[in-house]
């Protein structure tokens, strides 16, 4: 159902996949990052890179061409080449920042990528090959606050960006050194670099810093977390409409599209949840994808309960496990497969959830808990009502 | 020179305080995010108070919600008077003191899930001016809040910008 995986690091800030999924990167919340590989026998360190002074803030690892580009919050950017003998080779990006450096993202043709800043700016960064050197153009206007996340268009041209002013933009991000002719999608001609093509304030409510924004598959769609503990959607196709979900949970940090209609977020209540679009582009709840049960302490029994009450006149026991998978902060989801993807966080743990397995298993465990329990039969409806919905999508 | 006046030099700080941000033109400002500003004026008192003073003639299903819901609709979230804020504020608290537990569901269950975020401001600004028994009844009004919204509302009495 789904592969816990332990680096034995205490925290996993961000991590990013190769393309066949059989080396990972992440960074344990410090300045190094590190390669690890899948063997038969678990997990091996190929190398760690220390380059940056300060936090790694992102990891991005291009499938085609094999490069890492990383940024921190020392200001820099390093693209990282793999040479002969598999050693990475660090090659420094100039970003022309006075802020950190908090979000990075390759573009998906991957001759590009954007940085994204404390310092009100947006780098769109390419590799001049007469200089043999990393050059960067800056997207300033309209941004007022840091750059928290970055992600690309599927057409190599359009960039979104959130950002702590409680807005979401989408720019052109049209280099006319390297891309061949101006791009058109249903949010504008990009054909300038920096030129605002939509931009959607967080709530009506004012507040919440945007945490994660993503592109759906076809591009012409936007999702979005926030501080608030909403997801939102915008389409470009019905006239940037905006669709907002405010929901129970702590906020979510990340987001990712799997499939063109669902999306996974996750974050401070370290689960991850699957949220559908249906026909009319309303976001609603599909469902919880973890129904891990809180591990009991060996143990448990009527007298340690009895204990606790007459110790603590309290009715539970004093563990603090929470009943999730991870057991803190989700801060980074990935897409693995069409219906994998992979969660890694502060409790430093990377898991890859299989969403077709998890909607089959929970219709089983339904069915049991349906049969060996009198649960009434509306109540079980709802509940099977939730995982067909999630079953639909895979 | 002594020593001891060099470090007292090196740990002089009034130059920290030059904010060097604000010389810079897009620089980024509250209002601004938040959007452009009308002119709301908050809720009717007298609606209000004619709506809470007809419920002992009514059946418990009757003007208190309607007084819930008109001052909730109407609260001057956005507003930059601290005054309308404050009066909005005080009839607002004066319309959830005035339900009594047992209805509080039957309220609940007539508000959208944008006014139960807003209900939620105000039980939170409550807290902050507590009047004799006051927060003990909130208490109870935060518990039924929470169980229909959960700690989303909380995160967002917190984060949104536009306060009560």
Redesign the interface.
């Known amino acids: 159902m789904t592969e816990i995986y332990n680096f034995g690091v205490d925290a996993i800030s961000c991590h990013a996949w190769n393309r066949d999924r059989t080396e990972v990167a992440i960074c344990p919340n410090n300045n190094e990052i590190q390669v690890h590989r899948r063997t038969s026998s678990g997990w091996k360190l190929l190398e760690t890179m220390e380059e940056h002074d300060m936090a790694v803030m992102g990891i991005d690892w291009s499938p085609k061409t094999n490069r890492i580009v990383t940024c921190s919050a020392d200001k820099n950017a390093y693209v990282w080449t793999q040479k002969e003998d598999g050693k990475w080779d660090p090659a420094w990006v100039l970003l022309r920042i006075n802020r950190a450096a908090t979000c990075v993202k390759w573009s998906p043709l991957e001759n590009k990528f954007a940085v994204g800043s404390g310092g009100?700016v947006i780098a769109i960064c390419y590799f001049a090959s007469e200089n043999n050197w990393w050059l960067c153009k800056h997207i300033?206007?309209?941004?007022?606050?840091t750059v928290t996340t970055v992600d690309w268009h599927p057409d190599n041209k359009v960039l979104v960006a959130g950002s702590t002013?409680?807005?979401v933009r989408v720019f052109s991000a049209f280099i006319s050194d390297i891309d061949d002719a101006p791009g058109t999608t249903p949010w504008g001609q990009s054909n300038t670099l920096g030129t605002l093509l939509a931009e959607f304030?967080n709530?009506?409510?004012?507040?919440?810093?945007i945490h994660s924004v993503a592109f759906s598959p076809c591009g012409n769609k936007i999702c979005w977390v926030?501080?608030?503990?909403s997801i939102c959607v915008a389409d470009a196709t019905k006239g940037n409409a905006v669709m907002r979900l405010?929901?129970?949970?702590?906020?979510f940090l990340s987001c990712v599209w799997i499939g063109s209609n669902n999306i996974v977020a996750a974050g401070h209540?370290c689960m991850p949840m699957l949220y559908s679009i249906d026909d009319n582009g309303q976001i609603y709840f599909a469902s919880k994808l973890d129904n891990t049960q809180k591990k009991e302490i060996a143990g448990l029994s009527a007298m340690r309960k009895f204990q606790s009450l007459d110790r603590q006149a309290r009715n539970e026991t004093n563990d603090n496990a929470l009943d999730s998978m991870h057991q803190n902060t989700i801060n980074c989801i990935r897409r693995v497969s069409d219906h994998e993807f992979s969660t890694s966080s502060l409790d430093g743990q990377l898991v890859v959830w299989d969403l077709k397995v998890i909607c089959v298993l929970c219709v089983i465990l339904l069915l049991i808990i349906m049969i060996y329990s009198n649960l009434s039969f509306f109540f079980f409806i709802k509940l099977l009502e939730n995982s067909i919905a999630g079953l639909k999508i895979v | 020179m002594s020593r001891n006046d060099g470090r007292k030099d090196t740990s002089a700080s009034a130059f920290r305080k030059i904010d060097v941000d604000q010389y810079s033109d897009n620089n980024f400002k509250e209002e601004d995010a938040d959007g452009g500003v009308g002119a709301p004026t908050g809720p009717d008192e007298n609606e209000i108070l004619t709506l809470l003073s007809q419920y002992p003639l009514q059946s418990s299903r009757g003007k208190n919600a309607e007084a819930l819901i008109s001052v909730l609709k109407s609260a001057p979230l956005e507003c930059k008077n601290q005054q309308i804020k404050d009066s909005a504020r005080n009839l607002t608290l004066k319309v959830l003191l005035s339900i009594k537990s047992n209805q509080m569901d039957d309220c609940l269950a007539q508000l959208d899930r944008d006014l139960v975020d807003v209900l939620m401001k105000y039980i939170y600004r409550g807290f902050e001016i507590p009047t004799e028994g006051s927060s003990s009844h909130l208490l109870i009004w935060h518990e039924k809040v929470f169980n229909i919204s959960g700690v989303g509302c909380i995160v967002r009495v917190f984060s949104d910008s536009k306060r009560a």
Do not use: F, I, Q, V
Request: proline share 14%; no cysteine.
């Open positions: 009100r300033k206007r309209p941004l007022r606050s002013d409680y807005k304030p709530t009506p409510n004012g507040g919440g810093w926030a501080h608030n503990s405010y929901t129970e949970h702590l906020p209540s």
